[in-house]
Every structure is written in C-alpha cells, then in structure tokens.
C-alpha cells in the first residue's frame, strides 16, 4: 500500500474527526483545535522541479526548509516569503496562507499556487490546476485551498510558481510619525521605485529595494533617507519575515488587513505596520476580549478586516464574522468537499 492509500483507509474508516498536521507549527493559528491526528509527514518528498519554468512541485509533508534550499541553489525563491517556522512543511504553509515582509510587492500565497492534488472527505484523489503558469481552464480550486487550514481536505501535492532571488537589494530607514509614513508610502506606491518591503514602528519607517542595481541605485538617490549595513538590513527582514522580532513576543496580537490608503487607525497597543500600510499589527497588553468589537468595527470602517493572529481570547472568534452570504458558500464548500466535517472541524469557524 503508498502512504495516499493509507490516507485513504483512515479517511474512510474514521468515525471521528481528523485534524491534519504537518509539523505542527502552526497549531496555535485558528480556533481550538480538535479530532486524532493525520500526520502529513510521511508524505514528503520533491516531486519535480524545472527552475528554467520556475516551477517546483512538492508532497505536502515535505520540509519547507527543504525546497528552500534547492531553490538558493538556482538562485530562486518562494517570493512571498512564508514565515520559516521549525518545522514547518509546503503543506501548511499553502493551508495556512501566511505570506511575509515582499507579500504586497510579489502577490500572496494563492497567487503562486498553479496546481493541487487533493483528497477529499470520501478518501478520493481530486486534481485541480496544472504544473503551467497559463493553466487557467475550470473553477481554480488549487488557490481556494491556500487558506483553508486543512478544512476542505488533505493536500497531497501542490506546485508552486518560484521567482529568481533580486540581483540587488538595499534598505533604508527614515524617522517620521505613522500619519507621514502612511502618506509616504501611498506617495512612492505610485512612482515606479522598486519597494519590496516596507515596516513602520515606534517612529520608523523601514523600507526594502530590490530589483536591477541600476533601478535600486537611482531609488537609493531619489530617495535618501539612512542605509542599512547588509547584514543588519537581512537580519530585520528575517525578523518580520519570522515573526523573531521582538514586537510578536507577548500580549494578544491582532493582525488588521486594510486599504493601503486607510488612515492611522487609533486601537491604543503597540502598532507594526507592514505592506505598505495594508497590513497593520496591533498588540495589545492583554487578552483582548472587551475590545474584539470596536478592533474589528474599525477595521471594517476602513474597508477591511480584523483576525486575532496569536494569543488572547478565542472565545472572540479568531477570524472575522462572515457576511451571511459569503458563510453560506463557506458551508457549500465544505459539504463538498467533506460531506461528513471530519477534517479540521471548526478550525475556522464553527460547522
């Protein structure tokens, strides 16, 4: 018997909930969680990778350390940058969907998935996109699943579209309040600078070039501002990248994705201020709970919404409250796919 043949068994014999996990470093995102494990693990392994088409395909038990690796060899990346948690595996991270510091300026998660191999609720193998970066035919159900913690089915294999590593990268860092870097960085989001990353906090607003030398050179004079060693500039967008930094330790931390253009939002906490204004971090001292509803009434003032990332009180609801109708597909979609709520129950939301 293969290890999807097992997976199989368990899946249809089961009369109990599943919880799908990998490396388990991300058991602390989502609701409580619930069911006997499925360990993914056993499923890992490369399947191909063809770096003149930028393609990397991959079992989703396979370390992410692992593909990252290959990648450096060719000069290559996952160029949304996914937090490099111990442990963590190419599964979790599309289930997951967690995207670092280059996210706004390369796209997200979903955007570089190309295709999935999937086994639903019944133990049957569903394949959905392709290994082609034009395969576009039919209801694109590979990206649906970046993001649905493990609840719509168990990811066998997914591959991924990967971007060369920027000839050149140099930062800078400028003192300046949060309403003036808001406006800054709204203000060069409209001239073609090459900005890859961008991080405000505590009255300092950091920001990443890359790309040609030449473009980031000539961003590096119209710009000013104070240049970062190499390796100082490295080490802080891998703590952002990580969440090392020292701002995720401690407190409830609430992760608000808004307009890039939304004013300063005042929640009190410490804020970070990430994607050019469109992801907006705010820790707080304590769990939370009394303010969930005016953290996310601001949020959705300004167009966007509110999660409670890590800590606090759960009892809250981790995710932001669906519309009726957006719940009602959620619920189609998961009847689906997991006829039965076996996988992952109530990781997001409440079946």
């Known amino acids: 018997m293969t290890v999807y043949d097992d997976f199989a068994a368990r899946i249809r014999s089961t009369q109990t909930p599943l919880r799908i ?66 442990g963590s595996t190419i599964g979790g991270v599309v289930a997951s969907a967690l995207s670092g510091p280059r996210r706004a300026s390369a796209g997200a998660v979903r955007d570089f998935v190309l295709g999935a191999v999937l086994m639903d609720g019944r133990g049957e193998i569903l394949r959905f996109g392709g290994q082609v970066m034009k395969n576009v035919a039919g ?10 913690l493990g609840t719509l089915g168990l990811i066998l294999e997914v591959s991924l579209k990967v971007l060369p590593v920027p000839l050149r990268e140099a930062s800078l860092r400028f003192e300046m309040s949060e309403i003036e870097a808001l406006r800054r960085l709204n203000e060069w989001a409209g ?24 473009a980031v050179e000539a961003a590096q004079r119209k710009l000013g501002g104070q ?3 190499d390796g100082e500039a490295a080490t802080f967008w891998a703590s952002l990248r990580d969440q090392t930094h020292t701002y995720f330790d401690g407190g409830s931390l609430w992760r608000l994705s808004v307009p ?78 997991d006829p039965a709520g076996i996988f992952n129950p109530g990781r997001m939301y409440a079946n």
Not at 139 to 148: Q, T, W
Not at 308 to 337: M, N, T, W, Y
């Open 21 to 86: 996990r990998g490396g388990g470093t991300k058991d602390w995102y989502g609701q409580a969680l619930s069911g006997d494990v499925l360990d993914t693990r056993l499923n890992s392994g490369i399947i191909s990778y063809e770096p003149t088409e930028l393609v990397i395909t991959a079992r989703c038990g396979t370390p992410l350390a692992e593909i990252e690796a290959l990648l450096a060899q060719h000069n290559q990346m996952l160029a949304f940058e996914p937090p490099r948690y111990e």
């Open 139 to 148: 209801y694109d159900v590979s990206r649906l699943l970046a993001g649905s």
């Open 191 to 214: 001239q073609p600078l090459p900005v890859s990353a961008s991080c405000w906090h505590q009255g300092v607003l950091s920001l990443r070039l890359s790309g040609a030398g030449a």
């Open 227 to 229: 240049a970062l060693d």
């Open 260 to 337: 890039s253009h939304a004013s300063a939002l005042i929640l009190g906490g410490e804020q970070l201020i990430e994607w050019g204004g469109a992801q907006r971090w705010l820790k707080l001292a304590d769990d939370g709970a009394g303010r969930a509803g005016a953290i996310r009434r601001s949020a959705a003032a300004a167009g966007g919404h509110a999660t409670l990332f890590r800590g606090g009180d759960k009892g809250v609801g981790v995710f932001h409250p669906l519309a009726p109708a957006v719940a009602k597909i959620h619920e189609r979609l998961k009847q689906s796919f």
